[in-house]
């Protein structure tokens, strides 16, 4: 009993020591627990409350900044208010062409029997107003646009409900509410500023609207007088000649507008266009520059002013004159549409520098002819600036058709005597020149004096103006000419060969100069507007073609742009192709650069391409189309150029040969001297041209000689005589290749022994010259040397004997080449002593078969 006790109670003090300590250590961890769930409970707590602080501020803020913002708008529209409208212009601008507009009205109501030219004049002067007129009411437009945005954002202050909070924190409500009454007399005098310059925008639209209504509305009325003066033009205004107009027999009174209406548009122009005067003086000042400048370079130098006076006469001789001449020719058309008083004056000018020129330079009956016709033009444009029709007007027009066509039929039957004096095409012209006054005359006659003062008009001002164009052309070209006499030595003039460019620069004058007469022939036929319109309509007009959309305009864009490119690639090529005639030693780098040009070109051309088709609006998707079509065209016929144009583009990247290289193909050698897209160009030792396909290039085994460096190894293989000192020998050609300039040291030249020959005992020399270019002169020059030094140390270069053997009847003689023989008196051939004679002694092989077979010889 005593023992079970005494398990119980180590039972028992066991379960104390093991229990007591878990429930002690779960009850210290539910307390843990308990202060963490404080803590937590309590950090929740806090971070409430601070977002409820942090809501009420956000909110407090958001006001603070919107009212901020508009503060910030209405500030920035306040100081581009302050600086004013860019409208001042226009205000002072716009009276004086409603003015204007009022005085057209007027002259068209006033004047019934206006001339086309007054017509046209009036119809300029109302397209111009009308370009200017919608030129402000693009600006006007803008303007109010701005300021409807403006208002627009005025609105939206008192339309935000936003600001219409009432905060409860005492101190951020005085604060908001301080601001809020700022920013409200800020837009209450932003917003007065913004409606009062509104207003003063609407009102000058209102003004400009009304006087571009007026434009229209008397264009019209010109258009529809100008129809109406057409069809009576063409049914005749008069009778016949011999039956004048009762309503156009007052002189005076014509006269007298006429005076008025130009002397107004006159000055008008001169006002309204001094930019363009600015420029066509800045023109003048410049040419007359260039010319002076280069034209005193020639006097100083005496040599070359006497070769260059008979090649530039117009410039040497009258610099100034010739400055003028070209100058005045082109400078009218800086302007668009003066008024014909204007061009008129300025047209006499060159007028007057032509007969100067025409008088020193070329046969008399051509000065007298012009001369005559220049008192012609005179009295021609006076009669132009004529505002209606008069019986005067139309005697005069009949009499100036007389006497041109008389002129005419002189001056023709000089040139048929002598054409070689003048000029090309001389002939042709006037006897166009009096057909076009015949015509004058027969409709003037007929009473269509307006189609008659219209055609007489044009061929005097016309045959002129072609006189004038060819003086022009000729000066420029001689002051190019000038130029490239007295360019500096290593200007890019220096890489130029100008009888390329003046073949080239004369077409393109001659071009421009054919479209400038033929622009001023439409301008005095009075159709250059409606050619222009015509033609414009006409390119503008959309066109489809299986689905796809275009215009004649995009295509003519496509084209020109290609054109343009095509000009550029073949300038490139120009200077490379100049470059490589010039700089005869190319390095490897100068011969990479220079065979990049193909790169350069097809870049130019690709570039070109894109250009192009953005340009000419054509769709993408299309294209595609086209060159999947070529592609099958490609698959079919075109294997060969394709082949070629892909073998130029490795040929381009790859570079295996280069612009300069000396290579050897199919048995042709030659330097390479243009790399083509399709083609390469290579120059032969004869010059002659060898053009290869690019595919060749490729395809064919080609040696390159210089395609790392210029240097040629060089073998000579020259032969001594047996029983000569080999050392010696070997010495001595050893040192002939050492120390010289012309060979090159690394790689050091060399000499073996070669062969053993039956005549010869052979030696091979190897050495290097530093240009593949020299490498024959080289050459050369070593074997003359070697020939040389042989001779001063007595050693043989051994040479091939012959031995011919003769058969005579039962005898055989042998002889040597290089011995004489003879027959004796039985016909027997024996050899004679003196084997050192001269070569002439020496039989022929005629001489001794005739020998052989005559034995009495």
Known sequence: MLKKNKYQLLIIFLFVLVVSPAAFAQQKSATARSLRERQRRAMHSRDSLLRAINKSDTSINSLLQRVEQYTTTYNQIGNNLAEGLDTADVSQQLPPIIKRLGKIDTLINTHKASTLRYLFVIRDILDRSQGQLEDWQSDLQDISTSLIQNQNDLIKFTKDSLLKTNPKDSLLKSTFFTQRKAVWLLWRNTDALNRNDLSKINFLQDKVAIAYTDVLD?????????????????????????????????????????????????????????????????????????????????????????????????????????????????????????????????????????????????????????????????????????????????????????????????????????????????????????????????LNLTGRFSLAKIIGVTAVFNLWFLVILYFVVQIIIQALFLQFQTKKAGSILDWVDYTIIEQKFRKLLTILATLVWLFFLFQNLNIDDAARDYVSDFLDQSHTVGGASFTFEGFVIFITV???????????????????????????????????????????????FLLAVAASGFPLDKITIIISAFGIGIGFGLQNIVNNLVSGLILAFEKPVQIGDVIEIDSRSGTIREIGVRSSRLTTSDGAEVIIPNGDMISHHVINWTLSNNNRRIELIVGVAYGSDISKVKKILKDMLTGREDIMSDPAPSVFLHNLNESSVDFRMFFWAADIATWLELKSRVLTDVYVKFAEEGIEIPFPTRDINFHLKDEHVSINRFEKVEADDKGKIIPVKGQNDKDEDLPTDSDVSKSSSDPAK
């Open 218 to 442: 008397a264009s019209d009325h010109i258009d529809s007088k100008i129809k109406k003066f057409a069809n009576k033009s063409v049914d005749g205004e008069f009778g016949y000649i011999w039956e004048p107009a009762p309503e156009y027999a007052n002189f005076k009174l014509p006269f007298n507008s006429t005076l008025k209406v130009n002397k107004l548009l006159f000055s008008f122009f001169i006002k309204n266009e001094t930019l363009t005067h600015l420029a066509g003086f800045l023109f003048l000042v410049i040419l007359l520059t260039w010319i002076l400048f280069n034209r005193v370079k020639v006097k100083r130098n005496n040599e070359l002013s006497a070769s260059l006076s008979e090649k530039s006469t117009y410039i040497y001789k009258k610099p100034i004159i010739s400055s003028l001449l070209v100058a005045t020719a082109i400078v009218p058309y800086f302007y668009s549409h003066p008024p014909v008083v204007f061009t008129e004056m300025l047209f006499l000018l060159p007028m007057i520098f032509a007969l100067v020129f025409v008088k020193k330079e070329y046969p008399s009956t051509k000065f007298h002819f012009l001369h005559a016709l220049f008192w012609i033009t005179i009295v021609y444009g006076v009669s132009n600036l004529f505002i209606e029709i008069t019986n005067i007007d139309r005697f005069v027009i009949l009499i100036l058709n007389m006497v041109s066509i008389a002129a005419g039929l002189v001056f023709y039957k000089k040139i048929k005597q002598t054409p070689d004096e003048y000029l090309p095409y001389s002939g042709f012209i006037i006897k166009v020149f009096i057909g076009l006054q015949s015509l004058s005359l027969l």
């Open 562 to 608: 290609i054109w343009l490119s095509s000009i550029v690639s073949r300038i490139i090529s120009y200077f490379y192709d100049i470059s490589s005639l010039r700089v005869k030693d190319l390095s490897v780098q100068k011969k990479k650069n220079r065979t990049s040009t193909l790169l350069i070109r097809l870049g130019v051309f690709s570039v070109g």
